[in-house]
């Protein structure tokens, strides 16, 4: 059984919150919700609710978005994150997007919400994959590295036994054991 999405919606409106969770409604199907509109709240609901998705007013009185992203990028980065704001210039927006964003909708086109949160969902879970691709690579190198150089010690250690064997025997008067390569 698939475990419910956890959406976090940062708002200070409640109209704006209901809108938000009517368009979630056209694109999730097992979702729970959990609101919240101060910065003490933002952080504590990143630590316990463990949101898999943010979606973010951009003003508020006393927070707004661009610091609920860097939040975001320090405590869960790859908790994929909307901005839905009622109005953005196109600075600000890039702004958003080179800091972390996955997406933006304004508010007036709320009914862009749906795709942009499925969007956001589908980017980071490649994002994660690839993460993990990566690191499970990294180790995996590793892993070769340890191996190659427990064998060409080996190899060293066996070609110097062999090179102390030869050196004993000629010394008894021995006929070398062991072909040397130079």
């Known amino acids: 059984m698939k475990k419910d999405l956890r959406v976090l919606i940062l708002e200070d409106l409640p109209t704006d919150a209901e809108l938000a969770k009517r368009e979630l409604k056209t694109v999730l199907k097992n979702y729970t919700v959990k609101v919240v509109d101060t910065e003490k709240d933002y952080v504590q609901a990143l630590k316990q609710f463990k949101p ?40 600000t927006a890039v702004d958003v997007m080179k800091a972390g964003a996955d997406d933006y909708v304004i508010k007036e086109h709320i009914i862009h919400l749906g795709p ?67």
């Open 52 to 91: 898999d998705l943010i979606i973010s007013d951009y003003r508020l009185p006393d927070f707004d978005g661009l610091s609920a992203l860097k939040i975001r990028q320090d405590k869960c980065p790859f908790t994929p994150f909307v901005l839905l704001t009622g109005s953005i210039n196109e600075d």
């Open 116 to 182: 942009a949160v499925l969007n956001a969902i589908y980017k980071k879970k490649i994002e994660l994959e690839n993460k993990q691709a990566e690191e499970k690579l990294l180790s995996r190198n590793k892993e070769l590295e340890v191996w190659y150089d427990v064998s060409v010690n080996r190899e060293l250690n066996l070609l110097d036994l062999k090179k102390e064997i030869n050196e004993l025997l000629k010394k008894y008067g021995e006929k070398p054991k062991y072909k040397i390569p130079v």
